[in-house]
């Protein structure tokens, strides 16, 4: 548990001990919270409700290293209607074969 603070008492210390708590359980989503904390805190500076960002210069050491993935739709996720018919046009130039099976 986090104690309230007021924005200009959060400290370096303390995004990072957040961030590090969700790492365990969620890491990519670590990365998430981390990016809209640091965000946020920007927005913040450029108002000047604060002096610093506390999340300058520990990304690099609390980041997660994610991969890329792809996902290729099933058969049936395309017939469900996921794909709208303003889509088939753009399904067909990039796969005829695939497009002429499914509709």
């Known amino acids: 548990m986090v104690p309230l603070l007021a924005l200009a008492e959060?400290?370096?210390?303390?995004?990072?001990?957040?961030?590090?708590?969700?790492k365990k359980r969620a890491p990519i989503h670590a990365n998430r919270?981390?990016?809209?904390?640091?965000?946020?805190?920007?927005?913040?500076?450029?108002?000047e409700w604060i002096d610093s960002n506390p999340c300058a210069g520990i990304h690099k050491r609390i980041r997660t290293e994610e991969r890329e993935r792809?996902?290729?739709?099933?058969e049936d996720e395309l017939r469900?209607?996921?794909?709208?018919?303003?889509?088939?046009?753009?399904?067909?130039?990039?796969?005829?074969?695939?497009?002429?099976?499914i509709f």
């Open 70 to 74: 792809r996902r290729v739709l099933a």
């Open 33 to 47: 919270t981390f990016a809209y904390i640091r965000h946020a805190f920007n927005f913040a500076l450029d108002r």
């Open 80 to 101: 469900s209607g996921i794909i709208m018919p303003q889509h088939v046009a753009l399904v067909a130039r990039l796969n005829p074969i695939i497009t002429m099976k």
């Open 10 to 22: 959060i400290k370096r210390s303390d995004v990072r001990d957040v961030v590090e708590q969700i």
